[in-house]
């Protein structure tokens, strides 16, 4: 039988199972690892999609004895076979803190995965700020949603993103990231009954990445706020790859190896001046490079 992990934890892993006979997405298997897994240093990860041998149907138990391909596999969240990355930010209440978000979708281009930006409480934010929030991570080529979790305002246009795919869902905490997802799949407690009950654990334990089944073929992966991100392996040469905003400017550089920071004749500090480039995405920028630079002085 073939399932998707959705969780593990303490040695055990609950696979969703979606099949001709099985369309409930709350169909958990409680399993084991075989042993062969250990002996090749192989861990499962939440994701992975996997077969498995029940050994009791009535209980829902049964052993992992293959892990299929992966796609790929991030280390935050560990997690395999994502997708698209649902990243959740407030757009007040918190403020929205833009250069953690910038290190975020670097570490999710880094893996090729395309991210969706949420904004959530539409309701609390002035028209101005939306606009001017819209008009920095649309030139730089990602989607934006701006949704309200206390009214419902575009959380069905979100959930079309969702559809057929495996999502990792991400933010800071305080913005709302809970509720948008108990609105997308109200069935869904954000602790999944299933699985608590199994492990006889209450709800205010430690936090463990878990794939939310919304149906037969959508998941979600809810995953702990993060306050704080390291850059992994970026060059001060790399970074500016990763602004595809700069794209449409930088071959206009006087130097070919030009990093758009104090280079006369910078296409892209232009473009900043002019406002074509935001200048907010472009001051991040400048202290990610001084950072990457930092960084590699030190190895």
Do not use: W
């Not at 209980?59 to 560990?78: A, Q, W």
């Not at 993103?161 to 990231?177: D, E, F, I, M």
């Not at 809970?178 to 009950?197: A, C, F, H, R, Y």
């Not at 149906?215 to 992966?221: G, H, R, T």
């Amino acid at each position: 039988m073939h399932g998707k992990i959705v969780k593990g934890i303490a040695g055990f892993y609950y696979v969703h199972v979606s099949d001709d006979t099985h369309k409930d997405a709350q169909n958990i298997y409680e399993c084991k690892a075989k042993g062969v897994f250990r002996k090749n240093h192989e861990k499962p990860l939440v994701g992975d999609d996997c077969e498995m041998d029940v050994i009791d149907e009535d209980s829902k138990t049964g052993n992992i004895v293959r892990i299929l391909d992966r796609k790929n596999s991030i280390i935050r969240p560990n997690v395999a076979n994502v997708d698209q990355a649902l990243v959740i930010f407030a757009s007040v209440k918190p403020e929205p803190n833009y250069n953690l978000l910038d290190r975020f979708l670097i570490l999710m281009q880094q893996n090729d995965i395309p991210c969706l930006l949420v904004f959530n409480k539409k309701d609390l934010a002035e028209d101005e700020r939306l606009k001017d929030i819209k008009n920095i991570y649309e030139k730089a080529g990602y989607p934006i949603i701006f949704t309200s979790a206390v009214n419902g305002t575009n959380i069905s246009e979100l959930s079309g993103y969702l559809k057929g795919k495996t999502t990792t869902v991400a933010g800071p905490s305080g913005v709302g990231k809970s509720s948008i997802i108990n609105l997308l799949q109200p069935k869904v407690v954000m602790e999944t009954g299933v699985i608590s009950d199994r492990i006889e654990r209450g709800r205010h334990t430690t936090r463990h990445s878990e794939l939310i089944a919304l149906d037969e073929d959508s998941y979600i992966l809810d995953t702990p706020g993060f306050s704080s991100l390291s850059l992994f392996d970026v060059t001060k040469d790399d970074l500016k790859d990763h602004y595809h905003e700069f794209d449409e400017y930088a071959g206009a550089c006087r130097f070919d190896d030009c990093i758009h920071r104090n280079e006369p004749g910078c296409a892209v500090k232009e473009a900043v001046d002019k406002g074509l480039i935001s200048r907010v995405r472009y001051e991040n920028y400048l202290q990610l490079l001084g950072e990457c630079e930092d960084k590699n002085s030190r190895r």
